[in-house]
Structure formats: structure tokens, C-alpha cells
């Protein structure tokens, strides 16, 4: 067996699940770097070297790719020490507009997605006395305008996260999510061609500004660790301190 730990992280390719794999592998684990495109997966695992890295192209809505992402890690390294569930989509729509093709993918991706990878990696999970951290999102707390899919993905993933911490905390498995809010990756691309909107954000977000890729990076880093160890079932907001305003305007900026 392999003394370095092992984490896999899906959606690795790019924005936060990149910038995770990176920083684990900074914190000495050996990295499965899952996604759908072996492109940017393989330009990671060459950054990281070769010999600490491996590639899993699958796509997390398939329980059997799902499973072929652990059986990846289990050759290459012998186990599974850490799953980060960070792939995800975003397919924005308001209640009466959004596609049911993409409520479906959003909930099969999102949801789906942390399912399948956790239950294929739960027995090797048992046997490192392991843990899980899910991407969640601000949007599982509460809603937002026109993205009540994604919302509805990322309340399943929280409280998916808060239950399976009860039912795996007897096995030694512990189970956390980071909540991040609109973080500076491709996702809040179309955002920058609309600079009312950006102020809005910026408005909202106490500490003034969007979330680097990297801050979610090092607080998923934090969960996965040692000193996180009796950690178990908590969903950490990265959000500038978003989350702790009850939605009233902000009146000191008027
Ligand atoms: N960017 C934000 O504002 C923000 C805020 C809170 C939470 N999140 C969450 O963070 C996570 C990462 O998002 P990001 O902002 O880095 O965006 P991103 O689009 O750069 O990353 C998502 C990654 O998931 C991969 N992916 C998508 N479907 C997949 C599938 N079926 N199987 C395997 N991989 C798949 C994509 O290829 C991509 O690499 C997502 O779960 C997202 O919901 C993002």
C-alpha cells in the first residue's frame, strides 16, 4: 500500500475542482483527477507529475462510470483516502421557463453525480477511515432569481451531505460540503459581460467580491485533513459572509 493518501476529485479540469487538485496534491496526496473532457485532465496530471496523478474520464451521473473512477484510484494507488464531489452544472431557467431536459441533467449530475461517486468509494472509504466533501453552494440554502433547478440540486447535495455524516460517522467516514458563493470561475463567465449584475454580487457579498477558486481550495483542504478530524456533517460557507445576511438591502453603501 501506497504511504501517500489518495484523493479523487471530480470535475478537476477546471475552476474549483482544478484549483483543489492542485492544492491536495500541494498537501501531499496522490490525485484521481475525474471529469468528462481527458484535455485539461491530462494537462493537470502532467503539473502535478506522473507518477502522483492519474486521469478518470467518467462521467458522475453513470453509476458504473461512477464505479470506474474508484477502480482508477484502487489500481493506480491502492484505495481511496478523500472524494471531493465537485463536478456540477449550472443550467439557469426561472420555474415556469427552465427545460425539464435540464432539471433532469442538473439533478443527475449534481445530485446523481455525489451519490454514485460516494456509495463506489464507500467501501474503501471504510477501510481508510476516510471522508467526503461535496461542493455545494450558497444556492442550497435558499433560493436565487431563476435557477430553481440548480438550487433544488444543491439542497439535495447538503442535506445528502448532512445525512449520509449520520449514517457513515459508525464506520469512521466523515462526510462535509463547502458552500461557496459565486466564485471567479467559468461558470460566473457570462457575468462579466454584465457589469450591473457584478455590482449587484458585490453588493450582496459583505467582504465585497467574488470567491477565488483557490479560497474554496483550501477550506475543502482544511475538511479533508487531519485537523478537521472529529469535523462531521458541516456545510462551511465560503462566501465572504453572503450567507450571514438575512436579505434585507445593504444601506450602508446607498
Ligand atoms: N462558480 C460558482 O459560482 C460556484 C458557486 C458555488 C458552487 N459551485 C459549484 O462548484 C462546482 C465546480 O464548479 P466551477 O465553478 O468550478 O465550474 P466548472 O464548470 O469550471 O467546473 C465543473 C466541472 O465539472 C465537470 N463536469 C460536469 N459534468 C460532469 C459529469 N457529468 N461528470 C464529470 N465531470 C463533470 C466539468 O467538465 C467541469 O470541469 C460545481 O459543483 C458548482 O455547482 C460553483
Known sequence: MNARK???????GTGIGRATALRLAQDGFNLVLNGTRPGPLEEI????????????????????EAASIVATSVKAFGGVDVVVNNAGVVLPG?????ADADFDRMMAVNVGGVRNVTLAALPELRKSKGNV????????MRGDWAMYGYNASKGAVSLMTQAMALDLGRY???????APATTNTRLAEPLKGAPKAIEALHKRIPMGRLVEPEEVASVVSFLAGPDAAFV????LPVDGGLSASNGQPNFLDQ
Open 6 to 12: 489518495t484523493a479523487i476529485v471530480t470535475g478537476a
Open 232 to 235: 462531521n456533517g458541516v456545510i
Open 94 to 98: 426561472t420555474a415556469d421557463m427552465l
Open 133 to 140: 466533501v461535496n461542493v455545494s453552494s450558497v444556492s442550497g
Open 172 to 178: 469512521g467516514v466523515r462526510v462535509n460540503a463547502v
Open 45 to 64: 496530471a502532467k503539473e502535478i507529475g506522473a507518477d502522483k496523478a492519474v486521469v478518470a474520464v467518467a462521467d458522475v451521473s453513470k453509476r458504473d
